[in-house]
């Protein structure tokens, strides 16, 4: 392999920068596993790293990109051998180390989950962080009580990748899901995902947020945060739970403590970011598996090269994707 290889870098030390630069493997961080580097993706954390003002990136110059999945080059630890397919997703990933928008990385080998039978290097990009973490708020509204056999399950944001993922997981376990989006111009896409009815963000959320509302929805999973998610809580039925994920919509909730004392609606608050490597492994094999739908596919909205990752990060900040935005470094 030659020492040189290509990476999205962002710099702020004179003016802020966003540019595709060779780099060493001198230049890449410390940890046990090196990687060549098959496809990132682009999460609105990404858009976020991209940007001045983002307050993502803690040092420059630095490599953003949460996630990544490659094949082990070289290993100093035992559980990960040469020629191994790998996924590596969160902890410090694309934030404080150097992420997957290169074509090498070196990550430590606690934050590298081996890849599981049933999937390929492209369809764990696919899933990515925003996958992932569907799958564990669905896991978690499992541990809570979900059932098919229920009632309805919201999905609020579905266009964006959280959303359409568990859309799409939702369906193919056999759940009747309502997708709530911003662009219901999109209702074919979130059908083709297996939604069975699609609302817009109005129908959730409407000029006047009740403290208590029609009771919809069995449980919902939930991207968005803000002013929609008190919507949502006051129109989950008695027992029911909301797996909470996202601040797309904002950090505050302008909520009361009824639906939680009169209907006992609880909360889940999902984070992806630290999850335990044991449970992570374990969550990525249910990925591979039952979870994984066979409209996984539909969830990609394009596939680009790193020369076109500057856009595309400016793009997820504005809501100009659908679905997953892949990127192929491999």
Same mark, same amino acid.
């Not at 001045?52 to 035992?78: E, H, K, Q």
């Not at 759940?175 to 111009?185: E, H, I, K, L, N």
């Not at 991207?223 to 008695?238: D, E, M, Q």
């Given at each position: 392999?030659?020492?040189?290889?290509?990476?999205?870098?962002?710099?702020?030390?004179?003016?802020?920068?966003?540019?595709?630069?060779?780099?060493?493997?001198?230049?890449?961080?410390?940890?046990?596993?090196?990687?060549? @580097?098959?496809?990132?993706?682009?999460?609105?954390?990404?858009?976020?790293?991209?940007?001045?003002?983002?307050?993502?990136?803690?040092?420059?110059?630095?490599?953003?990109?949460?996630?990544?999945?490659?094949?082990?080059?070289?290993?100093?630890?035992?559980?990960?051998?040469?020629?191994?397919?790998?996924?590596?997703?969160?902890?410090?990933?694309?934030?404080?180390?150097?992420?997957?928008?290169?074509?090498?990385?070196?990550?430590?080998?606690?934050?590298?989950?081996?890849?599981?039978?049933?999937?390929?290097?492209?369809?764990?990009?696919?899933?990515?962080?925003?996958?992932?973490?569907?799958?564990?708020?669905?896991?978690?509204?499992?541990?809570?009580?979900?059932?098919?056999?229920?009632?309805?399950?919201?999905?609020?944001?579905?266009?964006?990748?959280?959303?359409?993922?568990?859309?799409?997981?939702?369906?193919?376990?056999?759940?009747? @899901?309502?997708?709530?989006?911003?662009?219901?111009?999109?209702?074919?896409?979130?059908?083709?995902?297996?939604?069975?009815? @699609?609302?817009?963000?109005?129908?959730?959320?409407?000029?006047?947020?009740?403290?208590?509302?029609?009771?919809?929805?069995?449980?919902?999973?939930?991207?968005?945060?803000?002013?929609?998610?008190?919507?949502?809580?006051?129109?989950?039925?008695?027992?029911?739970?909301?797996?909470?994920?996202?601040?797309?919509?904002?950090?505050?909730?302008?909520?009361?403590?009824?639906?939680?004392?009169?209907?006992?609606?609880?909360?889940?608050?999902?984070?992806?970011?630290?999850?335990?490597?044991?449970?992570?492994?374990?969550?990525?094999?249910?990925?591979?598996?039952?979870?994984?739908?066979?409209?996984?596919?539909?969830?990609?909205?394009?596939?680009?090269?790193?020369?076109?990752?500057?856009?595309?990060?400016?793009?997820?900040?504005?809501?100009?994707?659908?679905?997953? @935005?892949?990127?192929?470094?491999?």
């Amino acid at each position: 392999m030659t020492n040189l290889f290509q990476a999205l870098v962002v710099d702020k030390t004179d003016t802020f920068s966003v540019e595709v630069k060779p780099l060493s493997l001198e230049d890449l961080p410390a940890g046990e596993v090196l990687i060549k @580097v098959a496809y990132s993706s682009v999460n609105y954390k990404d858009g976020l790293a991209g940007i001045p003002d983002g307050n993502i990136v803690r040092n420059y110059p630095f490599v953003p990109g949460i996630d990544l999945s490659g094949t082990v080059v070289s290993s100093a630890d035992s559980r990960f051998q040469k020629g191994q397919s790998v996924i590596a997703t969160s902890y410090g990933i694309g934030v404080s180390h150097f992420g997957g928008f290169s074509e090498y990385a070196r990550i430590p080998a606690d934050w590298v989950v081996p890849m599981p039978e049933g999937l390929t290097l492209r369809e764990a990009m696919i899933y990515g962080t925003a996958g992932f973490t569907a799958a564990m708020s669905i896991e978690a509204l499992e541990a809570h009580g979900l059932t098919p056999d229920n009632g309805k399950v919201l999905v609020t944001g579905a266009t964006g990748g959280v959303g359409g993922t568990a859309v799409a997981i939702l369906a193919k376990q056999g759940y009747q @899901v309502t997708a709530s989006t911003g662009r219901t111009d999109e209702a074919g896409y979130l059908q083709a995902l297996g939604a069975a009815e @699609v609302i817009s963000r109005e129908d959730v959320a409407g000029s006047t947020v009740k403290p208590l509302d029609k009771q919809l929805w069995q449980a919902a999973v939930d991207s968005v945060g803000g002013t929609p998610l008190a919507a949502v809580l006051s129109k989950i039925a008695y027992g029911g739970a909301v797996a909470a994920s996202g601040l797309t919509a904002g950090t505050a909730i302008p909520t009361t403590v009824l639906p939680f004392i009169l209907r006992g609606v609880s909360l889940l608050g999902i984070d992806s970011v630290s999850c335990p490597a044991e449970k992570r492994a374990k969550l990525w094999q249910r990925m591979a598996g039952d979870m994984k739908p066979a409209v996984l596919e539909e969830l990609v909205d394009r596939e680009i090269t790193l020369k076109e990752l500057p856009a595309a990060l400016e793009d997820i900040l504005k809501s100009n994707t659908r679905g997953r @935005v892949l990127v192929r470094l491999s």
